[in-house]
């Protein structure tokens, strides 16, 4: 896929997210627009993930500790054919499996997320595994710029970087922006950049709302042999909508009828 | 009249600890696939020479409880067996959002092992006690919680649950228990989710986790020798699930029920034998003894359980004031 068919993805992605969590009412749509450029590249340019190896030891694993945003999960998997995309009319509806977090009740999730700062120990406990059977799998995660405050976290910087494991890579969805207030005024993380390199880490800035950059990014993994990679992607909250970006409300606002219009009008133009 | 007593229990064992630690290495070394995850634990877990002997089938984490079962998941979800070895104070509490989320609701079956568990600390205080492990537990769906009595049940627990395919919580602690506690011939037997019945009597019944289960021996002998008071003592190792056929037979009898537990009185064996009881129409007098509601009296695990009546003294009494 090149740039131009990615960059046309990352638009029709934008667009189902909306009309699902519109018909939902209910979702994470600012967070969902911000990090859905990066799982666009990941899902199609990245990951040796399918629905037909998803059951194979050999396939690749990526782990959204960013459980919220699971719609922006949801839109890719089912262009990827993991199920067909009409489920989604069930989104947040009673009795369905396509609940408002991560869960393996839908094919091609890896685990259940949802609690904070939880995705990347498990990915450290997979990659690991993968070093041990020396696999060539590669374990990837989207961490959100809020939960980086969970200690568990940390715990898990410490680990990867102890046990060498360049076959992870965490991707921070660097919007600035969480539930109270940005992220500088509720608990600041920089310089991020620095304590990470401290923390052992391979670390890269990238902006992560361009599908070239991204892509150009991952291809240069592993950053360092053996070092585990963390790119700081730069994004904007409610990316791809004027009135939705870098605007609070819109962490889990649901469209009305008119804004909803407006948005799909915005994204196509 | 007591029954007359046929086996004594061979005398005094090893710690229910070290018989996990070679039971978990004679399995590590059959199937490269088992792996022990510590969190700085592997000396008061006793795998010292488990990580000597298979270098690249234990994993540190340092200590990072969160991180251990986070770490212990994601070896599980590379189809490898994974025992995450923690003092059960720190595991199931500190990590306890992992255990529920991670293991328990994502399906992986890491068999999580609470070491020196209950007071096994005993002077170091209630940091290190984990009287609140089983209670947090049960509330928590799709898990086996598991407590061995002795030396024998902690060796079948080990190779049972490394052979389920979903997640399991055993705990053990620190001191010598017994190889085998056992006075009937059909007690031999060990199942998960079966209460072993180690004692048959007639007048009252002992229903008991862990290593509980030895001074309700000892207080039913007692009983047996100065009283001529007959006492059934079971060993309820899996207390979820619940042998709840077990309690209902044992209630059949009509005669007294004493659950007795390292844990806290709220949330832990007691009231699961309570709430089997009560849900199914039966009126046995009923004691839980465990420990109370309060800041636990400091010592030895051996003066706590004396203190709260966790011993042959104690439950002697427990015993002669609910016969009345």
Same mark, same amino acid.
């Given at each position: 896929m ?6 046309e993805?990352s638009?029709?992605y934008r667009?189902k ?6 018909n939902?009412?209910?979702?994470h749509?600012?967070?969902?627009l ?8 990941l899902y199609?340019? +990245?990951?040796n993930?399918?629905?037909? %190896?998803? %059951? ?21 998997l089912a262009d990827?054919? $993991?199920?067909?995309?009409d489920?989604?009319?069930t989104l ?6 396509y609940i ?11 685990q259940n997320?949802?609690?904070?700062g939880h995705g990347l120990?498990i990915?450290?406990?997979s ?5 041990k059977?020396?696999?060539d +799998?590669?374990?990837?995660t989207?961490l959100?710029d809020?939960?980086?405050a969970?200690?568990? %976290?940390?715990?898990a910087f410490m ?11 965490a ?6 922006l969480q539930?109270?207030?940005?992220n500088?005024d509720?608990?600041g993380?920089e310089?991020l ?5 401290? $923390? ?5 800035h990238?902006?992560g ?10 291809d240069?993994?592993?950053f ?5 990679? $963390? ?15 870098n ?6 606002? +649901?469209?009305?009828a008119?804004q909803?219009?407006?948005?799909l009008a915005?994204?196509d133009? | ?6 086996n004594?229990?061979k ?5 229910n600890l070290e018989?996990?630690?070679s =039971?978990?290495e004679?399995?590590a070394?059959?199937d490269?696939?088992v792996?022990?995850v510590?969190?700085d634990?592997?000396?008061?877990g006793?795998?010292?020479?488990f990580?000597?002997k298979?270098?690249?089938q234990i994993?540190?984490?340092?200590i990072?409880?969160?991180n251990?079962?986070?770490v212990a ?9 994974v025992f995450?070895v923690s003092?059960?104070?720190?595991l199931?509490a500190?990590a306890? !959002?992992?255990?529920?989320?991670d293991?328990?609701?994502?399906d992986?079956?890491?068999?999580l092992i ?14 290190h ?7 947090v537990?049960?509330?928590i769906?799709?898990?086996t919680i598991?407590a061995p009595a002795d030396?024998?049940? =902690? ?6 649950a ?8 055993l705990?053990?602690?620190?001191k010598?228990?017994p190889e085998?506690i !056992?006075?009937?011939e059909?007690?031999?037997s ?5 209460g072993r019945v180690?004692?048959e009597g007639?007048?009252? =019944?002992?229903?008991?986790t ?5 001074p309700?021996?000892?207080a039913a ?5 100065e009283?001529q008071i ?14 709840q056929r ?6 059949s ?10 844990h806290?009185?709220y949330?832990g064996?007691g009231?699961?034998v309570g709430?089997v009881l009560?849900?199914?129409g ?5 004691k839980i ?12 695990? #051996?003066e706590i ?6 011993? !042959?003294k #104690?439950? =002697?009494q427990?015993?002669l004031n609910?016969?009345?």
């Open positions: 090149n740039i131009k068919e990615l960059e993805k638009k029709a667009k997210i909306l009309k699902y969590i519109y939902a009412k209910a979702g749509t600012g967070g969902s911000s990090i859905i450029d990066i799982l666009n590249v199609n340019k +990245v990951l993930v399918s629905p037909e %190896n998803f %059951n194979s030891s050999e396939k690749d694993i990526y782990i959204q500790s960013k459980g919220h945003c699971v719609e922006a999960l949801y839109v890719v990827k054919g $993991f199920f067909p995309e489920d989604l009319l947040c509806q009673y009795q369905s499996p408002g977090h991560p869960t393996k009740k839908i094919k091609g999730m890896e997320t949802g609690g904070l120990s990915c450290c406990g990659a690991l595994a993968a070093k059977d020396q696999s +799998v590669k374990v990837y989207v959100g809020g939960e980086m969970e200690g568990s %976290n940390w715990e680990f990867a970087a102890h046990y060498k494991l360049d076959n992870l890579c991707i921070l969805d660097y919007n600035k539930i109270t207030a940005p500088a509720v608990m993380l310089p950049d620095k304590k990470l390199e401290a $923390f052992g880490w391979a670390v890269r990238v902006d709302n361009d599908v070239e950059a991204l892509v150009n990014t991952f240069a993994l592993p360092e042999e053996g070092k585990p990679s $963390f790119i700081i992607a730069h994004t904007t909250k409610g990316k791809g909508v004027s009135y939705m970006e605007v609070l409300k819109w962490h889990h606002g +649901v469209p009305t008119e909803y219009e407006l948005a915005e994204i133009g | 009249m007591g029954q007359e007593i046929t004594i229990p005398g005094v064992g090893l710690a018989v996990f630690a =039971t978990l004679s399995l070394q059959a490269k696939t792996f022990a510590t969190s634990s592997r000396g008061s006793k795998l010292v020479a990580g000597q298979l270098p690249e994993v540190e984490v340092g990072a409880e969160q251990l079962v986070g998941t994601g070896l599980a979800s590379m189809r490898k067996k995450a003092p059960a104070c720190f199931t500190r306890l !959002e992992q255990i529920k989320n293991v328990c609701y994502s992986n079956p890491v068999k609470g070491i020196s568990a209950g007071v096994s600390y005993g002077a170091l205080g209630s940091t006690h984990s009287l609140h492990d089983y209670a537990l049960r509330a769906n799709n898990i598991i030396n024998f049940e =902690t060796a079948e627990a080990i190779r049972q490394a052979a389920m395919d979903s997640p399991v919580y705990r053990f602690g620190k010598n228990m085998k !056992e006075e009937v059909h007690a031999t060990f199942e998960v989710g079966k180690v004692k007639s007048d009252l =019944t002992f229903i008991a862990g290593e509980a289960v030895w309700c021996l000892k002998q007692k009983l047996a020798e009283h007959s006492a059934t003592v079971v060993s309820m190792h899996t207390i979820k699930p619940l042998d077990l309690i209902l037979q044992l209630a009898q009509n005669t007294p029920i004493i659950t007795v537990e390292e806290s009185v949330g064996l009231e699961a709430s009560l849900q199914n039966c009126h046995n007098k009923f003894v465990g420990l109370p509601d309060e800041h636990t009296v400091s010592g030895s695990q #051996g359980f004396e203190h709260y009546g966790i011993s !042959e #104690g439950l =002697t427990s015993a609910i016969l009345g």
